[in-house]
């Protein structure tokens, strides 16, 4: 299946989702206002695209575990961008939720999104204890445990002299498990190996650590145009991040170092099972850092 058909159905699965009896017809405005801003839709794709490379024919049960996972992704940047948290007028180009639509419905829009991806995956006809660890793994890499006990870290190290280790800690829960993720629920749908599973893991750490770092990048060099949002709002919040750390050109040696070792790993990977990562390499490929491929910094 091409990449736009995916991108496609993951925005019909989760508009088919909403299509059901309707309590509040505002709310889910709200909702889809969001959804279909926009946006690369990384980690849905990274997961369908994951499963194809493992050799499984692509099916409705999937697109809902990768809808659900898009949901919870649409719904952390609403409550991002409210002004208790980053206060940001803009996302992918156009207005943010909070702007649009007033606080109070763009925090119950957020909520719905985390609440609602749960029962999307229990919905999905996979074996049952597939669905409970999907939806396990899902809950420990969104909530207390990884992006929102990261967040919470994010916001305490504002303004402070914090070490690499930390902001490394940060990162790896506030943006690195979701985008681990895929990697995780790919190995659990198809079920391989224990050694492949942990494999996998290290794969999707490796490369949320590197959109991190990426992400860091371009808040400095990138204008509102490439990215949809205000520039420089890590600076003006006094963040910690990479090129503060190391500049802006060791953030970069950086960035390529996670990449290549993120690729060294597919070709192990390769190696071991009956995998292509040829769909992988060619979304890592699209992030790459240089002239050709700024234009295309969106969101992720």
Same mark, same amino acid.
């Given at each position: 299946?091409?990449?736009?058909?995916?991108?496609?159905?993951?925005?019909?699965?989760?508009?088919?989702f909403y299509a059901q009896k309707v309590v509040s017809a505002? $709310?889910?405005?709200?909702?889809?206002?969001?959804? @279909?801003?926009?946006?690369?839709?990384?980690?849905?794709?990274?997961?369908?695209?994951?499963?194809?490379?493992?050799?499984?024919?692509?099916?409705?049960?999937?697109?809902?575990?990768?809808?659900? *996972?898009?949901? !919870?992704?649409?719904?952390?940047?609403? #409550?991002?961008? $409210?002004?208790?948290?980053?206060?940001?007028?803009?996302?992918?180009?156009?207005?943010? %939720?909070?702007?649009?639509?007033?606080?109070?419905?763009?925090?119950?829009?957020?909520?719905?999104?985390?609440?609602?991806?749960?029962?999307?995956?229990?919905?999905?006809?996979?074996?049952?204890?597939?669905?409970? @660890?999907?939806?396990?793994? =899902?809950?420990?890499?969104?909530?207390?445990?990884?992006?929102?006990?990261?967040?919470?870290?994010?916001?305490?190290?504002?303004?402070?002299?914090?070490? $690499?280790?930390?902001?490394? @800690? !940060? #990162?790896?829960?506030?943006?690195?498990? $979701?985008?681990?993720?895929?990697?995780?629920?790919?190995?659990?749908?198809?079920?391989? &190996?224990? %050694?492949?599973?942990?494999?996998?893991?290290?794969?999707?750490? *490796?490369?949320?650590?590197?959109?991190?770092?990426?992400?860091?990048?371009?808040?400095?060099?990138?204008?509102?145009?490439?990215? &949809?949002?205000?520039?420089?709002?890590?600076?003006?919040?006094?963040?910690?991040?990479?090129?503060?750390?190391? &500049?802006?050109?060791?953030?970069?040696?950086?960035?390529?170092?996670?990449?290549?070792?993120?690729? #060294?790993?597919?070709?192990?990977?390769?190696?071991?099972?009956?995998?292509? &990562?040829?769909?992988?390499?060619?979304?890592?490929? %699209? =992030?790459?850092? @240089?002239?050709?491929?700024?234009?295309?910094? %969106?969101? =992720?």
């Amino acid at each position: 299946m091409k990449q736009d058909e995916k991108l496609a159905r993951i925005g019909q699965t989760i508009e088919g989702f909403y299509a059901q009896k309707v309590v509040s017809a505002d $709310l889910i405005e709200a909702i889809l206002y969001s959804v @279909n801003a926009g946006g690369k839709r990384i980690r849905p794709l990274l997961l369908l695209e994951l499963l194809e490379g493992l050799g499984l024919e692509l099916t409705e049960a999937h697109f809902q575990v990768a809808a659900a *996972l898009e949901m !919870i992704h649409t719904g952390s940047l609403i #409550h991002d961008d $409210l002004p208790a948290m980053d206060d940001d007028d803009y996302r992918r180009g156009r207005l943010t %939720s909070h702007k649009k639509f007033g606080e109070a419905m763009a925090i119950l829009a957020g909520d719905s999104l985390f609440l609602d991806s749960y029962a999307l995956i229990a919905e999905a006809a996979l074996p049952s204890q597939i669905k409970v @660890n999907l939806i396990a793994e =899902l809950s420990l890499a969104a909530g207390t445990f990884g992006m929102v006990g990261g967040q919470v870290l994010d916001m305490q190290g504002e303004g402070k002299d914090i070490s $690499l280790a930390e902001l490394q @800690n !940060i #990162h790896a829960n506030k943006t690195g498990k $979701l985008l681990t993720y895929p990697f995780i629920a790919a190995g659990l749908i198809a079920e391989v &190996g224990e %050694s492949q599973q942990e494999k996998l893991k290290v794969i999707g750490q *490796l490369l949320g650590l590197a959109f991190q770092v990426r992400d860091d990048i371009l808040d400095i060099t990138a204008n509102f145009e490439d990215l &949809g949002k205000t520039p420089q709002k890590d600076v003006a919040a006094e963040k910690a991040t990479y090129p503060a750390i190391w &500049g802006l050109d060791g953030a970069k040696r950086f960035f390529e170092k996670q990449i290549e070792e993120t690729e #060294h790993l597919l070709a192990e990977l390769e190696a071991e099972l009956a995998f292509s &990562g040829a769909a992988i390499r060619k979304i890592i490929e %699209s =992030l790459k850092l @240089n002239d050709e491929r700024k234009s295309r910094c %969106s969101s =992720l």
